[in-house]
């Protein structure tokens, strides 16, 4: 395998740190420099190339543009995530959101809209899966549908397949594991994939947080917004969430990572339940 050469010139850098932060929002400084290096080393030996500048060349050629800004996108995005990250959200979601948000008790059954917004690999939203199934098996009269977006294709291809090494499987409680997981039959294969049942109720779709518009309902009850805000600047922050506000429906509810000052400009409505909790 060629090893690109691993430094790019500052003009080089500052063209992808500009290109990544106008069309995915996410703030490169000069302190990220070496981590992008790292990042777009593989992509560029998997194009043969000797040199992480030849690469960025060939990102700009109008020819490749298009094609190449998606893989791009996925060197420089970062994943992670987990199940049942931040639990304190999804306990929440039980005990007060999904009750309020039915309308108490004898209320007619009705189907919750659950939106995961830079889902990554899909744990999150799977994570709410378990938890709105588990409340309809003990007797919750409604539905669920669950729509995990995020502008990675790479990730969103392992989140619709479902599949993950069974060691991240840990943090989920031995019930659920139980329940929502099927272990592969070749035993040598240390994974673990999603019920179908579960898979079911979720999908994933491929989206732009900087887009101008999003297309997803305007009656969501519950929209999962985690460690993305983050990478994004004040303004940009701002304006995510006045759009993610605006496909809340009146009374839902806008969680935000546990590491994130959320920043919104008082116009939009919102209520803070929670330091990391919102309402419409
Ligand atoms: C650190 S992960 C967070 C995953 C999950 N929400 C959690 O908290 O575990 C951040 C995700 O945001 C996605 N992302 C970054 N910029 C985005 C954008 N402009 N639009 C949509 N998704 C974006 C990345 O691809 C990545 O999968």
């Not at 499987?169 to 673990?192: G, H, I, M, Q, T």
């Amino acid at each position: 395998m060629l090893q690109a050469a691993a430094h790019l010139t500052d003009q080089h850098f500052r063209s992808v740190a500009e290109l990544v932060q106008d069309q995915v929002g996410i703030r490169l400084p000069p302190g990220k420099r070496s981590m992008i290096e790292g990042r777009l080393q593989k992509r560029a030996r998997a194009l043969n190339y000797r040199s992480l500048n030849d690469y960025v060349e060939h990102l700009f050629d109008t020819r490749n543009f298009d094609s190449e800004l998606v893989h791009l996108i996925d060197s420089v995005t970062t994943n992670k995530t987990d199940f049942f990250r931040e639990p304190s959200h999804f306990e929440f979601m039980r005990r007060v959101a999904v009750p309020e948000l039915l309308g108490g008790r004898g209320a007619v059954p009705r189907r919750l809209k659950v939106w995961s917004a830079a889902c990554s690999t899909g744990m999150e939203a799977y994570t709410v899966a378990m938890v709105l199934d588990d409340l309809v098996r003990r007797g919750g009269k409604f539905r669920f549908r669950i729509l995990g977006t995020d502008i990675s294709t790479n990730v969103l291809q392992q989140a619709r397949l479902g599949i993950y090494p069974r060691e991240l499987a840990a943090p989920v409680p031995d019930e659920f594991r139980r329940r929502y997981f099927l272990s592969a039959r070749d035993k040598a294969r240390a994974e673990v994939r999603i019920a179908p049942e579960l898979r079911a109720t979720t999908h994933f779709m491929r989206m732009n947080l900087m887009d101008a518009s999003y297309p997803v309902d305007r009656d969501v009850d519950i929209i999962f917004c985690r460690n993305v805000l983050i990478y994004f600047d004040k303004q940009v922050q701002q304006q995510v969430v006045k759009r993610l506000c605006s496909h809340l429906r009146p009374g839902g509810y806008l969680m935000v990572g546990h590491s994130e000052s959320m920043v919104h400009d008082g116009t939009i409505g919102l209520r803070q339940v929670q330091p990391t909790i919102f309402r419409m």
